[in-house]
């Protein structure tokens, strides 16, 4: 077993499940999507890119590549929800706005990880 492999997709797969956890529920209720969930998605988001700096292969490339975008997306929506707050204009259609964006990083992060379990599958034992 493969030390590296296990602690990368660790963080990959739970970068996509905190996504989820934040994105799943009501588009426009503020009570319905949590900002620690959205907190801890993006420092998760973030480990998860830092470890996949590394790899220069190919599909290495593409994993950053879906990192990134997920990074900016989740990183933007929470830079929404900050200024939306302290600017007293949180409203569902600025909700509307943090949770599209956050679905955007969703779905960065899901072909993140149908592409790390293809190369899981490919790969020789």
Do not use: C, P
């Amino acid at each position: 077993m493969n030390l590296d492999k296990v602690i990368s997709g660790f963080f990959i797969i739970l970068a996509m499940t905190l996504n989820f956890g934040f994105f799943y529920g009501e588009m426009h209720t503020v009570a319905s999507h949590s900002k620690y969930e959205l907190f801890a998605a993006i420092v998760v988001n973030l480990i998860a890119t830092i470890l996949k700096l590394g790899d220069k292969t190919q599909l290495g490339s593409v994993l950053l590549a879906t990192s990134l975008v997920a990074d900016i997306q989740l990183i933007a929506a929470a830079t929404i929800w900050t200024v939306a707050i302290y600017s007293t204009m949180l409203d569902s259609e600025i909700i509307g706005m943090v949770v599209s964006l956050s679905g955007g990083a969703l779905l960065a992060n899901i072909t993140s990880v149908i592409l790390y379990v293809g190369d899981t599958i490919k790969s020789k034992r």
